[in-house]
């Protein structure tokens, strides 16, 4: 019995070192399983927080430290399942934003797009992230260089576009502006085409026009020379009928001069008819004839109408001639066996007209002269006009005509 109680002694007493260095043990993986429960809560709230960044979620907060110690256990159903929620969450959000990326890939039609699964997997996405960014840039750059020459061109036909406009929602309605004045412009182009046509025709070519392409200056140079001929022979056609008006109107002024001069050669024929036919009385001893007749005057119409002299100098460089008529001239008047001798007294500015050969039948009309200085003996008068070809030269003769005679009267 007492050996059995010994044993027990020592049984219980060995139990006793066990449960000792058990509950030793059990302590120190208690420690530690604590320890391994923070750093396990202080993971959580990590990954939690670096979720959140950028995402405008705040799922870190519910997920401290604090929240998820040892001694909340009872709490951990409700806590924890938000970290895989908000992790599913961000993985549909990189899913989409990957689909989102290949589609601009395959828009601004980049080369070479990648599978969905490149833009996703962490060690490829960063690179065709890049390559879509800088094919975006690319396109961008391109398309504001198109539209600041889409705006230029615009600016050339007087429309005014900009790239922020055209970049704006009523992008249509600016274009529209654009598309108008081209639209008028081709008409216009169109309708001068038509007109250059009518044109070219109306000159009287033949050969045939091509306003398209590379043909369009030669067929515009082809009317330019066309129009020109026409308006070369145009040109000539006036030259041609304003010589002939010239010679028409020399010939108006010979006419007048002649008819002038035989005006006073008529009138002065008539005179001596009545003259020839009162001597004739007069010799057949006609009683009742008054032999009486009136002497001209100075300064009368006959005396002026007898005055014929002669052009004795012709000044070519200061453009004036000399003539033998003067202040002193004198006419002569048979009256009877007398000879009347009055003075025509010649005025300054009077006209007269020049004449060439007057005492042969081919005597011609040169022109006309108006008298600047009247000396004793001679004058000075100025060429006022000429038959075309013809100019004054010494030897032609000058006398009034009539018509130039009543203008010296009518002008006292």
């Known amino acids: 019995m007492k050996v059995l109680n010994i044993f027990l002694s020592i049984l219980i007493l060995l139990l006793a070192v066990a449960t000792a260095v058990f509950s030793f043990f059990l302590y120190e993986k208690r420690a530690q399983l604590i320890d391994g429960w923070e750093k396990m809560a ?6 939690a927080a670096s979720l959140d960044q950028g995402s405008g979620t ?6 401290t430290v604090e929240e998820l110690k040892h001694n909340k256990y009872e709490d951990l159903d409700q806590k924890l399942p938000k970290l895989p929620e908000h992790a599913s969450n961000v993985v549909a959000e990189r899913d989409s934003m990957a689909k ?4 601009i890939a395959e828009t601004v039609e980049m080369d070479n797009v990648k599978p969905l699964a490149d833009f996703q997997a962490l060690k490829s996405y960063q690179a065709n992230t890049s390559a879509v960014v800088s094919k975006v840039q690319d396109v961008t750059e391109r398309q ?13 036909v007087s429309v005014d576009l900009t790239v922020s406009a055209l970049k704006g929602s009523n992008y ?9 004045k081209i639209n008028f412009i081709n008409d216009r182009i169109q309708d001068a085409d038509r007109q ?3 044109i070219y025709s109306a000159t009287g070519e033949s050969s045939q026009l091509n306003f398209s392409g590379s043909s369009y200056k030669s067929s515009t140079a082809k009317v330019v020379e066309a129009v020109r001929k026409l308006n070369d022979k145009y040109s000539e056609a006036q030259s041609a009928l304003r010589s002939e008006g010239d010679k028409v109107a020399a010939l108006q002024k010979t006419i007048k001069a002649r008819d002038g001069r035989i005006d006073g050669l008529n009138e002065l024929m ?9 001597l004739k009385k007069i010799i057949n001893g006609d009683k009742d004839i008054d032999v009486v007749v009136d002497p001209w005057l100075d300064g009368s119409k006959d005396a002026r109408l007898a005055v014929q002299g002669k052009i004795i100098k012709v000044d070519r460089k ?3 001639v000399v003539i033998d008529i003067g202040s002193g001239t004198i006419v002569e008047q048979k009256i009877g066996t007398k000879v009347n001798k009055p003075n025509p007294v010649i005025p300054v500015n009077a006209q007269m007209i020049v004449a060439r050969n007057i005492e042969s039948p081919n005597g011609k009309y040169i022109g006309e002269i108006k008298l600047m200085k009247v000396n004793e003996d001679c004058s000075i008068a100025n060429v006022i006009s000429t038959v075309k070809g013809q100019s004054v030269a010494v030897g032609d003769s000058v006398f009034f005509s009539e018509a130039q005679v009543d203008a010296i009267t009518a002008a006292k």
């Open 196 to 198: 250059f046509l009518t």
């Open 42 to 47: 202080q993971t959580v709230n990590k990954s």
């Open 58 to 63: 705040e799922v870190a907060k519910m997920l």
């Open 172 to 180: 249509t309605s600016e274009i529209n502006k654009f598309n108008q």
């Open 100 to 103: 989102a990326l290949r589609n």
């Open 318 to 320: 200061y453009g004036f």
């Open 270 to 278: 008539k005179k001596k008819i009545l003259e020839i036919k009162r």
């Open 144 to 156: 504001n260089e198109i539209l600041q020459k889409i705006c230029d061109s615009a600016r050339k």
